[in-house]
């Protein structure tokens, strides 16, 4: 969707008499219904001068066609500006201009393609304006059948024109590379140049060039189809078993009905029920069938990591991004803007979207609005925050409310844990989560419960030599130091004379990085994903008094899954205490279930480890 769109010559006359921040805002509100902040209103009034400079060059034919926030299919990026035509060879073409106020670049050399930045007087990481620019052409072409149909030449640039290049510029720092040369940057004093740079696409107007931009069929392009394809096949950990492939098939059938009324299918399963597998392999095979689909998760451990695996070094990193959304990502969607949403984890779900919890209103109702057919995994005991709303309850309150039909199914088939429920269910009775669960053995899993965390990382560090596939994780008793966060030698962890440092914040792919063995991860690094052998260190909100309690005084201060607790707990003591004990309980019930072969477990409260010792026994 086009906010604004008009010839070069009337936008210059707008932007000439001082009214197009005013017809901008008065579209957004007409096409969007979204009231405009002062920040971006005064980001308009600054910009559009800067653009007025560039276009008003005699090179840039006065018949081209302008767009000012595009709205990106699938998403809800805008894209800033569009100068529309054709090039000397009469080809449709378009210069796809990324804007920036910024005034300060810092490198993140440990990251691909990521800078710190000042935002909302805030330090902090955002995508480089040229990747940025790129990403938004490569998902215009990825998705838009008529830009591919008529081989729309669509060109990115970021112009930064309040940015005063430095000699060796972190701007342009070698890590960058890549996408600068796919999308140039300019800066302040490039306004010849920046009009050079558009001149030499655009050399007559074509009105068409936007109507098939805005137009355009939302599908996938069929490469990206066969690369994921190819990317499943013959790989056993992505292969469907027994009550899998029957919850799989029904999806396929529910997304392949065409009818008006929305649909929403509820997939139960707990811990190594395969749930994220089954989910990928139908993104890949939804994706086949031409349907617009996503695959949606609110923590982006899962994501960076499933997109990692998918790509394997063999493709740039955007080339599949845009098909792995974090849940917050559809607060500005329109009713039935896709045809499938695939939402992982959807029992950690928010109502609030953004990072100062600040945008849309409830994200499942979001989800559902967004989507002709949503899916939901979902594992209610894996609720670990106080924010975590994506109930079954809740799904099904919003299913009613957009008088959706409802399908609901449960995973049973254990892979995980040496492929049996067994040791899940004692978890369950252990933890007193469900009391009444059996916690009788009949399974070969190696379990061990270790007298010191040294025992622990010596036996995971030894596991993690055959494939890299072992991990150390703890409950969130120990504060993250801020100074360390990059840094594995600062020890955030310290246990008498063991130390060890959280998983860095460098890296949002701990669970596969070769050398993250050395680090602690936490439960928003682990969730959702598997290891073949987990070590786990239960701190002092889980102790044993005559029975299991639960303890949130005794979480880090930089714990924020457990905020307004503490003031809950003044109001209502007993509602205070009792979420407490859902979450704490359903934190360790994950972590302990992440080892498909093994776990060992290190207690700081030994009266617990003996407890547990007994219990095994």
């Known amino acids: 969707m086009i906010v604004y769109q008009e010839t070069k010559k009337q936008f210059l006359l707008d932007v000439h008499t001082d009214v197009i921040e005013d017809k901008i805002e008065a579209k957004v509100l007409e096409k969007l219904h979204k009231k405009t902040a002062q920040s971006e209103y005064a980001s308009w009034m600054n910009s559009m001068q800067y653009m007025y400079k560039v276009m008003e060059d005699k090179r840039i034919p006065e018949d081209s066609q302008i767009a000012i926030e595009y709205r990106i299919p699938n998403s809800n990026k805008r894209v800033d500006f569009i100068v529309s035509g054709q090039d000397e060879k009469e080809r449709e073409s378009a210069v796809i201009v990324e804007l920036k106020q910024w005034q300060d670049v810092k490198k993140v050399s440990t990251k691909e393609a990521i800078v710190k930045t000042q935002l909302q007087g805030h330090l902090v990481e955002t995508t480089h304006p040229s990747y940025q620019a790129w990403s938004y052409v490569s998902m215009i072409q990825d998705y838009n ?72 069929k939302i599908i996938p392009s069929k490469s990206l189809q066969d690369n994921l394809s190819s990317m499943l096949k013959g790989k056993r950990e992505f292969t469907l078993i027994d009550d899998q492939k029957v919850v799989f098939e029904r999806a396929i059938e529910i997304v392949k009905q065409q009818q008006n009324k929305k649909r929403v299918y509820i997939i139960h ?72 949403l695939i939402v992982d984890e959807a029992h950690r779900l928010n109502e609030k979207s953004g990072m100062f919890q600040n945008l849309g209103e409830n994200q499942v109702k979001e989800m559902i609005h967004a989507s002709k057919v949503t899916i939901f995994f979902v594992d209610d005991d894996q609720r670990v925050t106080t924010k975590d709303i994506g109930s079954t309850e809740e799904i099904k309150k919003w299913a009613q409310f ?183 309980k359903n934190t360790y019930r994950t972590l302990l279930t992440r080892g498909q072969k093994g776990c060992y477990i290190y207690c700081i409260d030994t009266k617990l480890s003996e407890y547990l010792k007994s219990r095994l026994k």
């Open 145 to 216: 059948e008529d830009v591919r149909k008529y081989k729309i030449c669509l060109q990115p640039c970021a112009y930064l024109h309040n940015y005063k290049m430095k000699q060796e510029d972190d701007l342009l720092d070698s890590c960058y590379e890549y996408y600068i040369k796919k999308a140039p940057i300019f800066v302040r004093g490039d306004t010849d140049k920046l009009a050079s740079f558009i001149s030499k696409y655009i050399k007559k107007g074509n009105s068409d060039v936007l109507y098939h931009i805005e137009n355009g």
């Open 402 to 584: 957009f008088k959706a039909e409802v399908f609901e199914d449960t995973l049973v088939s254990q892979f995980r844990c040496s492929g049996s429920d067994s040791y899940v269910s004692w978890i369950d009775s252990v933890l007193d989560i469900h009391p009444d669960y059996s916690d009788e053995f009949n399974f070969d899993y190696d379990i061990r419960i270790c007298d010191s965390p040294q025992e622990v990382k010596q036996l995971i560090e030894e596991k993690n030599k055959i494939n890299n596939k072992s991990r150390m994780v703890a409950g969130y008793c120990w504060d993250w130091i801020k100074e360390g966060k990059n840094d594995s030698q600062v020890h955030d962890i310290q246990i008498g004379d063991f130390g060890m440092s959280w998983n860095l914040g460098s890296s949002n792919t701990w669970a596969i990085d070769p050398e993250s063995v050395h680090e602690m991860g936490c439960i928003h690094t682990c969730q959702g994903l598997e290891f073949d052998y987990v070590g786990v260190i239960i701190g002092e909100d889980l102790r044993y008094e005559d029975g299991i309690i639960t303890d949130f005084t005794k979480r880090a201060k930089t714990d924020q899954s457990i905020k307004g607790l503490k003031t809950l707990y003044k109001k209502n003591k007993e509602e205070a205490l009792q979420i407490a004990n859902r979450i704490i």
């Open 269 to 340: 399963g707990g811990p190594g029920t395969g749930k994220t597998v089954l989910a990928i392999n139908m993104l890949v095979a939804i994706l086949n069938c031409d349907q617009n689909v996503m695959y949606v998760t609110k923590n982006a451990a899962p994501r960076e990591v499933y997109r990692k695996k998918l790509t394997e070094g063999k493709y740039r990193k955007a080339y599949i991004d845009h098909l792995f959304k974090g849940s917050g990502a559809f607060t500005e969607s329109m009713n039935n803007d896709f045809d499938c």
